[in-house]
């Protein structure tokens, strides 16, 4: 027997309601934290609140990532009290998960009642005037994996949620990215650092691997600021039903635009193995390093989220 999403997403959520306190069991927002961004759950208000992990919740997917736990959390956000629904870790397509899968979790926020959905992630700055550490507010993307053909409105259209041919030119709401921009500009007279925000373009590719040099060169000249491997899929799926998107990429470290080292460079004949080895890394992407960024800089994600919310 088949089933539409729309079906399972409401078996879902109606399984969820049955164990939510009422004035939980209507987010107006949803929030996605990417990796090492789980901290921005300790936001949520202490006294009402309540989470699962996605195993015990019917029909999500599980992730498979160090540093991506897998919760949904459930509970009231700021004095206003604000009823969210926290998505800690997601389904990654490198996973091995269909485009379906991986957007799963966004179906069901629109089943929930969901208007906006905040999407954070970790990502490899492209643009060189981005550090380690500084925040950027996504306004495009380039949905690579999407244009050859893994899409995940691949398929019959699902009558439920939207159209068949929705646009994206307007996808990346600009009041809201106003709402950011000053809430930015508010959490820094509270609490000052180097950290900057930028506005730019996210390129979604399939991954697992982290891009080669000449990869990062070619994103850069189709106007790519970030490159990572999420958040793209769900906004489609968002926008596709309606909801409003933001989303924030951390830059956890800069992606390699120099050449190749080419193998007759005089530099290099004199090297040993070791001192070869450690000129050859400079640059080079690791896991660690990508949630080392996302800890330090944690505290000010969840500062803005937190005053994002409080103003929708
Ligand atoms: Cl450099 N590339 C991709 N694809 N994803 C990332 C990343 C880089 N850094 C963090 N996530």
């Not at 309601?17 to 987010?27: E, F, G, N, S, T």
């Not at 439920?160 to 921009?181: C, E, K, N, T, W």
């Not at 990062?216 to 491997?229: I, Q, T």
């Amino acid at each position: 027997m088949t089933t539409s999403i729309f079906h399972r997403a409401t078996e879902t959520v109606e399984s969820l309601r049955l164990k939510l306190p009422a004035q939980l069991a209507r987010p107006r927002i949803a929030i996605v934290c990417g990796s090492g961004l789980g901290g921005l759950a300790e936001t949520v208000n202490r006294n009402s609140r309540e989470e699962w992990e996605y195993k015990d919740v019917a029909n999500f997917p599980l992730s498979t990532v160090a540093g991506h736990e897998g919760k949904l959390v459930f509970g009231t956000m700021g004095r206003e009290e604000v009823p969210v629904v926290l998505l800690v870790g997601r389904a990654h397509f490198y996973e091995g998960h269909s485009m379906e899968v991986v957007t799963f979790a966004t179906r069901v926020c629109k089943v929930l009642g969901v208007e906006t959905m905040i999407l954070t992630n970790a990502a490899g700055g492209l643009n060189p005037n981005y550090a380690v550490g500084d925040i950027v507010c996504l306004n495009d993307h380039l949905n690579l994996a999407g244009l050859v053909g893994f899409h995940p409105l691949r398929g019959p259209n699902e009558e439920d949620f939207g159209v068949r041919f929705p646009p994206l030119s307007d996808a990346y709401d600009i009041s809201l990215r106003q709402l950011a921009r000053r809430s930015w500009q508010n959490l820094r007279q509270q609490r000052p650092s180097e950290r900057r925000m930028h506005e730019g373009v996210y390129a979604f590719v399939a991954g697992p691997t982290y891009e080669t040099r000449a990869e990062c060169r070619m994103l850069r000249s189709f106007g790519a600021d970030v490159v990572g491997m999420s958040t793209v899929p769900e906004i489609i799926v968002a926008r596709h039903s309606g909801m409003r998107v933001m989303a924030f990429s951390l830059v956890t470290n800069t992606a390699v635009l120099e050449p190749a080292v080419r193998a007759d460079a005089p530099e290099l004949q004199d090297m040993g193995a070791a001192e070869l080895d450690a000129y050859l890394s400079r640059g080079r992407a690791n896991h660690e390093e990508v949630l080392e960024a996302g800890k330090s800089a944690a505290l000010d994600m969840q500062g803005l989220v937190l005053r994002i919310v409080s103003e929708l």
